[in-house]
Each structure stands twice: as C-alpha cells, then as structure tokens.
T-cell receptor
C-alpha cells in the first residue's frame, strides 16, 4: 500500500531532550515536507526537500532540523524541544508534477512539558 | 508572499443540504494548483479535489465541486447532499510550481447536523 509512515503517533517529552520524528514514504516521491498544525493557524510548513540532499526552510523552521540522506526518509529533529513546539506534526510527500498534491502521514501529536 | 484565506472559521449544514466553503488566495505566479483537503476527527489529511489554474472548467468529484474564479483569485468548495461523514475541518491549499511549496489556509470546521 502506498503510504507515508510517521512514528511515533504520540510523544510526550521534557524540555531540552532531543527527539526525532521519523517519516518514510514508499512511493519514490521526490518532494517531502514537514508541517505543524496548531488551532486557529492551519498547517504551517517547517521544512521541505525537493530531493536527496536538497532541503530548504519553510515558514517556521526555528528549533527544527531535517535531513534527506535517502529518498524515502525525511526525519524531523528537535535538538532542544520547548513547550511552544507542542503541536500536531505532519509529514507529506509528492511526486513531481503539481497536480498530484501531497500525500500525508497520519500525524504525530507531540507534547513538550 | 503567497497567502490563502478562509474567511469562515466554522459552518454548519443540515444533512442532505448543500453548503459552500469560501477560499481566496493571493499569488503572482501563473503556474499553480489549488486543492481542498478534508481532516476528519481521525486527523488524517485527505485530498478532496484539485483544480489546475490554467483550466477554466471547474473540477468535480462526486458530491464535491469547486467554483474557480481565477481573476478574482477565488476557489470555493461546494458540497452537495451533505452527509454526516462530511463533518470535518476543510483546508484550502495552494501549490506553486517554482518550489512545490503547499500553502494552507487556516481551515473551516464544517459540522453536518442530522
């Protein structure tokens, strides 16, 4: 089944403890992206990648890191999480061609205490 | 900067009736696509319908259709014969060809009442 897989689905952590949210897609998509969703703000892009080793900042990149060493994987790294990073996170991927839109993972609910 | 505006934070409709969700966008590009995504309580993001900017014909997918007014930069979603399962948050989104960045509006929470 074609899908974007995120892990974990839920995570509670403490301020300052480094964490990684994994994202993997099995569709050989070139484009991958991370979003955070907050009430009243919609989805805001954190980082995106146009292909292996090509990444760029989105609208809210502060406090996050990403890497794209393999085409299928695009992990999101929080080096020192803070409570304002408590949010619902989505990974998404797309093949080349604007009309395909993005396929989303199931989301990761992160709580930083 | 590209922006997407959904002016209706919440809407409700009776089952079997028709409802229209509004969306406007702002861009200086000519090469772009527009989408409506649905997010039910399961929080999964589901692509509902897409519209190519260079096509004048409005897209239709079963009970879902759009009214695309390119000059006005308007992209509304019409849901006909509303069903209880249509209850969800609906996001309008815009993708530009220059960098494949998908930009979302803030969403409209639609409740379908029995």
């Amino acid at each position: 089944e074609a899908q974007v897989t995120q892990n974990p689905r839920y995570l509670i952590t403490v301020t300052g403890k480094k964490l990684t949210v994994t994202c993997s897609q099995n569709m050989n998509h070139e484009y991958m992206s991370w979003y955070r969703q907050d009430p009243g703000l919609g989805l805001r892009q954190i980082y995106y990648s146009m292909n292996v080793e090509v990444t760029d900042k989105g609208d809210v990149p502060e406090g996050y890191k990403v890497s794209r060493k393999e085409k299928r994987n695009f992990p999101l790294i929080l080096e020192s999480p803070s409570p304002n990073q408590t949010s619902l996170y989505f990974c998404a991927s797309s093949r080349q061609g604007l009309n395909y839109g993005y396929t989303f993972g199931s989301g990761t609910r992160l709580t930083v205490v | 900067a590209q922006t997407v505006t959904q002016s209706q934070p919440e809407m409700s409709v009776q089952e079997a009736e028709t409802v229209t969700l509004s969306c406007t966008y702002d861009t200086s590009e000519n090469n772009y696509y527009l989408f409506w995504y649905k997010q039910p309580p399961s929080r999964q993001m589901i692509l509902v319908i897409r519209q190519e900017a260079y096509k004048q014909q409005n897209a239709t997918e079963n009970r879902f259709s759009v009214n695309f007014q390119k000059a006005a930069k308007s992209f509304s979603l019409k849901i006909s014969d509303s069903q209880l399962g249509d209850t969800a948050m609906y996001f309008c989104a815009f993708i530009r060809g220059s960098n494949y960045k998908l930009t979302f509006g803030k969403g409209t929470l639609l409740t379908v009442n029995p």
